[in-house]
């Protein structure tokens, strides 16, 4: 298996150490065990999202409106068709 050499500072080094579940544990096996928790959702990470979304151009909003309008919303929605 090929292998990457890696750098860490002595209190990671340390982190990685102690949660070991066997002194046997490789370093490899503590990593790849990790939980990596996704960020929370934000509001303030949404505004940033949006701001690398392009806008679209008037033309193609008024298709998708026409669109809409002509796809009315089913009598019961609840009713499977």
């Known amino acids: 298996m090929a292998t990457k050499t890696i750098s860490v500072d002595i209190e990671a080094y340390e982190r990685l150490r102690r949660a070991r579940r066997v002194p046997t544990e490789s370093f490899s096996q503590v990593i790849k065990r990790a939980e990596w928790p ?15 979304v392009p806008v679209l151009e008037e033309e193609i909003l008024d298709r998708l409106d026409r669109a809409q309008d002509c796809d009315p919303p089913p009598e019961d929605p609840w009713r499977a068709e």
């Open 38 to 52: 996704d960020p929370p959702k934000t509001a303030n990470a949404m505004i940033r999202a949006l701001a690398s």
